[in-house]
Every structure is written in C-alpha cells, then in structure tokens.
C-alpha cells in the first residue's frame, strides 16, 4: 500500500474512531506481544461478525485527544517482521498478519496492524481462548458470538446462489453441449439418450443441478458463463491463472466456461517428454511430464474449492520441474493426509452447490478418491514422485506436482517391484525427498529390505538397487563397517610413518557414503580419530591444534 493510501486509510479509521473492528493504542516498545494477539483474535472475529475485510490495530495515537504522537514500537524492520511469526504461533487456526504498514507524519511514526477477517466458519483464538470487542473494550467472546462463527458455514452456500437479471443467453453454447454429452456419459445406463436428447436447455441445466428453477447461478455462470457473463459475479473473481516461471516468463487469464477453459489451461502447459530406463534392458521408456487426467483433477480441485469470497485467481505455476496449483481457502474439511492414507470421505464443501454440479459433468467426486486414485497413485503408476500438499500460507491451499524424477532408483524400484504396498510407497517418496517417513513404515521397509542406513541418511538397499542394476550407487552410498575405515587410517599412519588429521580426512571423504553431509563426514573422521586415540592404536606426537598421529606399539612407544 502506498504511503498515500496509508494516509488515507489512517484518516477513515480516525473519523470512525474504536469501533469492534479498529483499536487506537499510543503503544511503545514495550507493548506486550500476548495483549497484540488478543487484540488480533478480538479484531480478526470482529470483522468476520461485520462483514468486514480486515480488521486494524494502530500504534501511535492517543487515545484520549485522538491524535497522531508517534510510536517507537519495534523501530528495527527485522524485529517488527518478526512479530508476523510470533503471532502466527499462538493464532489457531494458524494465520498471521494480512501487512504491518509503517507510516511516517510530521506529528511522528504510526505503526498500522492489518488482521485478515476471520474465514466463514472459524472462529480464531489466541493461546486457546476466543475474544471479540464489548464496545471499545477487549472481552472474552461471548458464546452468541461464537456461535454465530461456527454457524456460518451451514447457512450460506456462495456457489448457489442465483444472478439476478441473468438467464440462459449469458451461457455457452458449446459449453453446454459439452455438459450435455459429459452427463449422457454419466447417465448412460440409467437415462436413454433419447429421453435427454428431448429436455430443452433449461430442463437439462436443473436436472444436472447447475440452475435452480431455471434460474442461472453462481455455479452456472463459472462452469458454463459467456466471459463476458462475469460480471453477475461482481465484486468476487472467476479467472484461473497460467504463469511460466524461468528463463522464459510467460502468463495468461482464462475466464468462463471453466468446462471448457480449463483444458485449454492445460494445453499451454510445456509438457516435454522424459525417458526412464527399465532394469536390464537398453531400450528407454518415454513419457510425458505431466498427465492431462492428473493435471485436470489438480485444477478441477482447485476450481470446486476455491474461497471465491477472497476476490483472488486459481493460480497454476508452470517451472522446469513441477507445476504448482494454488486456491484461497483452507483445506475445508480434514487434512491432505485424511484422504491419501486413511481414505477419507468429505462430510462438508465449502461450494457444495458447485462441488455437486461438477460432479455431474465429471469434473470432480465427492468421495474423495480424486486425490489418491487419480493424483498420488496416478503419479506412481507414472514411475514419478507424489504430489506434495503446502499448507503453510494462510487461508491457501498449494499442490506441487512432479515433472521430473528425483531420485531415479525410486522411479526404477516402482517399475520392478509390481507387489509394492502403498504404505511402502508413500514412505519410500518420503526417503527420496530427503524426509523423514512414519515412524511405523521405517520397519517395514527395512524388513523387506528396501532401505539401509540411518536417520537421516536413509537410502536404497542393496536388494533394490541390485535389482535396478545400481550396484555402483549402491556402494557409494551404502554405510561401511567402522572397523573398515579405522584400518584404513591405521594401514595409512603405519605406510607413511605419521598423519596430519587432514591428511586423515583427504584419504576418508571420497570413501564415505555419499549419503552423509560434508558435516556429517567432518563429525565421522573426528569420532573415528578419538576411538583409535582411546582404544591406543595411534598417538600425537604433535600439538592439540596441529595434531601428528603415529601408530603405537605394544609397549606403549609410538612407532617411528
């Protein structure tokens, strides 16, 4: 925001005083960090209860002349930043800070806090407790008020609601006979071709449960809309978002008809093919980056639940290895983890209206099977890592999809052991992704041998890269024996008669696993230098910091 939008949006909040939505305080620097995030958690509920985007904290007026005096809270920018992440520790669910505006006056420094509205549904707590505004005073929330967050959800479902003064020639022609020919698909066995054929226009758009009553909606206008119908949309978005990040930079806006725009998003996708060479043979397998099902379900997904209500775009990010999906909106019901490990079934949309509708035209399910059947298992019949879910930006939902292998063993090792468990799968992704798997899939992998090593140095076993004709990779970064390395040193100390400790490092960083860190190997040569220095197999003969080892013999006399 520019310094003279700030001005201006100081000066409306000071003709609008304390409401519920905006707190004046003539803080300084030593104003409590816990008072700010009962403030947020008041401010944030607030302006959900009034319909308002965000609600304002501002440091550097007095309360009592409503005058600007400045404030010196947190003058170094790092340490003001910083509070973005000490709020978001204790703000459950976790959000921070929409911005914190500084603002420079002649009658001194304000500091403007912008708190994002609480979301539909969710009321946010400080530390566990709930607050709101009792006049111009901070107050624990009352239940009436909290239950009126929590209600939300159940009373307003933005999707369905109808566009006054629209009607059916603010749809798609094509659009809607492509919806026709999708739900004669669907309905094959159940609904003659005849009979469908038969319906007109308006008959057809309510039984597939996109108008009600002939009236055209929200979900009508997205799905099938003219993009010159967006505006019975208005003020909120409909725009997916392609963007080329790189060397090459590149984007387009698509509108309505999202059944059919959709597809034309994906097509502007670069989708290269990749090879991958099967165990034993020389003839490689080809295949594209990205799969139009797996990509399509991504977006579809995005689509159906996006906050529509955040006025923002359906982004797709286009790099040299992934594609990355955003939509505004929390995860809505459950976490990513529900429905990829333990099949979960959505008990709640948050644009049920619309998530039915693109139901009906197979743009989506309802059971949840999408993610796992289609995206995670499709990735790996495709011999390519997971998809990955990020969550960790407020009130947004990212997926990153693959288009490149990560570590081609695990690529190989899905194509050579057809009998693989899913559960080993999902662990296996984690280990090439230089995570950390469940603990409780770390002892199957190793019963079955796929891994060596340990935490966090895991890697392919010997059985599997065998089996993937990667012997060599094998050998490098599988973990020797201690005893190899430390005859390694003494054969070495006893050859040339004395060693430097980093003589002793050059001669053990090219032999050990290629698994470990380089500060993991450091921590390796110490450990094995002060076990043969204890056990008495060598001894310095020079200083602390410039050490010499000598072998020593069995009268206790170093070898010279």
């Not at 009034?50 to 309360?63: H, I, M, P, T, Y």
């Not at 509070?83 to 204790?90: C, F, M, V, W, Y």
């Not at 040299?320 to 008990?347: C, I, K």
């Not at 292998?405 to 695990?410: K, L, Q, R, S, T």
């Amino acid at each position: 925001m520019s310094a003279d939008a700030l001005k201006q949006t100081l000066a409306l909040l000071l003709l609008e005083w304390e409401s519920e939505c905006v707190e004046f305080k003539d803080a300084n620097d030593n104003f409590s960090t816990s008072d700010i995030g009962k403030y947020f958690s008041a401010l944030s509920n607030e302006a959900n209860l009034r319909s308002r985007d965000a609600g304002w904290l501002v440091f550097g007026v007095d309360n009592k002349t409503r005058k600007v005096i400045g404030t010196q809270y947190r003058k170094n920018a790092e340490r003001l930043n910083g509070l973005k992440r000490d709020i978001a520790n204790g703000i459950d669910p976790s959000t921070t800070f929409r911005d914190i505006h500084e603002l420079h006056t002649p009658e001194g420094r304000v500091v403007m806090f912008e708190i994002p509205a609480a979301p539909r549904g969710i009321p946010i707590a400080w530390n566990g407790h709930y607050f709101a505004r009792n006049g111009e005073s901070l107050a624990p929330m009352s239940l009436a008020k909290l239950d009126e967050i929590r209600a939300q959800d159940g009373i307003e479902d933005w999707s369905a609601k109808v566009c006054p003064g629209a009607t059916l020639a603010d749809l798609d022609e094509d659009a809607i006979a492509k919806a026709r020919e999708v739900f004669a698909q669907k309905h094959a066995q159940s609904i003659p071709r005849s009979t469908l054929d038969s319906w007109s226009a308006a008959d057809f758009l309510d039984r597939a449960k996109l108008t009600i009553g002939g009236k055209i909606t929200r979900t009508s206008i997205l799905l099938l809309g003219k993009s010159e119908s967006t505006h019975y949309l208005s003020p909120f978005v409909a725009e997916l978002s392609w963007k080329l990040e790189g060397e090459e930079r590149a984007y387009e806006h698509f509108s309505p008809p999202f059944l059919l725009t959709s597809t034309l998003l994906y097509q502007r996708i670069r989708n290269l093919r990749v090879t991958l060479l099967p165990p034993g043979q020389m003839i490689p397998i080809e295949m594209a980056k990205y799969e139009q099902k797996i990509v399509l379900e991504a977006l579809h997904n995005c689509i159906a639940h996006q906050d529509y209500r955040s006025c923002e775009r359906v982004l797709v990010i286009e790099r040299v290895g992934e594609l990355e999906f955003q939509n505004a909106g929390s995860f809505f019901d459950g976490e990513p983890d529900d429905y990829v490990v333990r099949n979960r079934t959505p008990r709640r949309y948050r644009n049920r209206f619309l998530a039915e509708a693109m139901v009906q035209l197979r743009m989506i399910d309802t059971m949840g099977f999408g993610i796992r059947e289609v995206m995670f298992r499709g990735q790996a019949k495709r011999f390519f890592p997971l998809p990955d879910y990020d969550l960790t930006e407020a009130n947004h939902v990212k997926v990153h999809l693959a288009g490149r292998f990560i570590d081609e063993n695990y690529s190989r090792m899905l194509l050579s052991l057809p009998d693989i468990s899913w559960a080993e799968i999902l662990a296996l992704d984690q280990i090439q992704k230089g995570l950390a798997p469940d603990n409780d899939a770390l002892p199957l992998l190793r019963k079955r041998g796929l891994v060596e090593g340990r935490r966090p140095a895991l890697h392919i076993s010997a059985e599997v890269a065998l089996a993937t004709n990667q012997k060599s990779t094998y050998i490098r970064s599988r973990r020797q024996d201690d005893q190899h390395y430390r005859k390694l040193i003494l054969d070495y100390v006893g050859q040339f008669k004395q060693a430097t400790t980093q003589e002793i490092r050059d001669l053990l960083m090219s032999k050990l696993p290629d698994a470990l860190t380089g500060e993991q190997k450091e921590h390796k040569v110490h450990n094995l230098l002060t076990a043969l220095r204890v056990a008495g197999d060598i001894y310095n003969t020079g200083s602390k910091r410039y050490p010499k080892w000598v072998r020593q013999s069995l009268n206790n006399k170093p070898i010279v």
